[in-house]
């Protein structure tokens, strides 16, 4: 399993897929080949139907620079779907090398031609029953168990908290039209405020959603924000996290434990299923970022692993079948409300588990739930797989 650190990356929006991933291959292109006098990028699958309104050749050119074309193409037959070629060309106009990268998923690449080793297989034990009998044979927490592989995961998780706080804060203080064709009105900051004067039982709840609504609306703009475990999801532990610091006062290291224990979940999603939409829909992008904010707020209630696990079992099962069907490939229909009734479930998520696990042990584990969503993922029509040819996306264009 890969380190906690490849899963939470800083970057900026709309997607992981489909900005961080290209940003960070383009990068990379240039570190090792060196530059070029011009630039051809295909891009397929999803990243062809959705990459223009997820801002894909823009991220694409300004990385690359200089003379560099991008072009959406269909005909990819590759071994992953979501992917692109990037050439390098000489002046006039010849291809002089070739990289074929998959986006495989929360700004994760793999590059056919040039492998990379992003902290790779940090971790032996891939399912969560391994990593619980590990922790009791060594009498280690899941905390413990991380900061041993992962020795400097404290000061990185540190650096997240406050990437993720300072971005529901910018969003919360930002108002006005987001970019694009959707003529979409910012609403964290109304809905905050409206959130100060509801009614009491409202009041957390509305709150809440205003900072999923902040999150997901700087990522719609293209802004700085976390993946967890995706951009597109990335509103949901955001959300929860800034609550916790901010308006719980809940301790830094306490927030720090609560995310390694959200990484540790999330991860045991990406090695075991998927956490791309491309791949497995929206339930592997919100269903798991509801699933790891479950067990990080699991944890903070002061739930036991079993607790944990629960909360987090029922944060993915309600969101099986979830599809991805993005309005005009934009992240904000049905993606930043999505982000919002996300942490709403996380936190009731966490609740259920806390109080039925009082009456009854569940009979469904995180691994089947994790197992059940691959299966799922793979039965979903591509058109309901971040290629906006279905769902909202098709009923829009009508
Ligand atoms: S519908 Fe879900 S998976 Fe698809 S782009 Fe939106 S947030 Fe991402």
């Keep these: 399993m890969q380190g906690i650190k490849e899963l939470f990356k800083i970057g900026r929006g709309p997607s ?14 240039l570190e090792v080949n060196g530059t070029y006098p011009g630039y051809l990028v295909e891009l397929y699958g999803s990243l062809s139907l959705t990459g223009k309104g997820h801002h894909t050749d823009k991220i694409i050119e300004e990385t690359l620079g200089g003379n560099c074309k991008v072009v959406f193409k269909l005909d990819w037959d590759e071994s992953f779907p979501n ?21 495989i998923g929360g700004g994760s690449i793999q590059i056919k031609e040039h492998p990379v080793n992003y902290n790779d297989e940090v971790y032996f034990e891939t399912s969560l ?10 009498h ?28 529901v804060k ?20 109304d809905l ?3 959130g100060l004067h509801a009614n009491m039982s409202d009041q957390r709840d509305i709150r809440l959603m205003s900072y999923a609504y902040a999150a997901s609306e700087e990522n719609a703009a293209g802004h700085t924000c976390v993946t967890a475990p995706t951009l597109g999801a990335c509103g949901v532990l955001a959300a929860f996290m800034y609550y916790a610091y901010n308006d719980c006062e809940i301790t830094r290291e306490k927030c720090i434990d609560a995310l390694i224990i959200a990484g540790i979940f999330g991860n045991v999603v990406k090695t075991n299923a998927t956490i791309s939409g491309a791949v497995g829909g929206c339930q592997a992008e919100v269903g798991t970022a509801v699933s790891m904010t479950a067990a990080a707020c699991a944890y903070l209630e002061g739930l036991q692993p079993s607790q944990i696990e629960y909360a987090a079992e029922i944060g993915m099962e309600h969101n099986l079948g979830l599809t991805c069907d993005p309005v005009l490939g934009y992240v904000m229909i049905p993606c930043i409300e999505r982000n919002a009734v996300g ?5 009731d ?30 039965q979903l029509p591509r058109s309901l797989r971040e290629t906006a040819e279905g769902g909202l996306a098709k009923e829009w264009e009508k």
């Design 140 to 167: 280690e927490t899941l905390m413990e168990y991380a900061q041993r592989h992962e020795s400097d995961i404290r000061t990185y998780l540190s650096d997240i908290l406050d990437a993720m706080c300072a971005c």
């Design 83 to 103: 992917g692109f070629y990037i050439y390098g060309l000489d002046t006039n106009g010849n291809k002089q090398v070739k990289w074929t990268v998959f986006s």
């Design 16 to 29: 992981s897929s489909h900005t961080l991933a290209p940003e960070r291959a383009c990068k990379l292109f």
């Design 349 to 378: 998520s966490a609740n259920l588990a806390k109080y039925l696990s009082r009456v009854r042990s569940h009979l469904v584990s995180f691994d089947m739930v994790v197992e059940t969503m691959k299966d799922t993922g793979s």
């Design 192 to 194: 905050y405020l409206q």
């Design 170 to 189: 910018r969003g919360l203080s930002e108002e006005g039209m987001l970019p694009g064709e959707l003529q979409m009105r910012r609403s964290a900051h």
């Design 129 to 138: 029953e391994e990593i619980y009998q590990v922790c009791e044979k060594n």
């Design 343 to 347: 942490v709403r479930r996380a936190v």
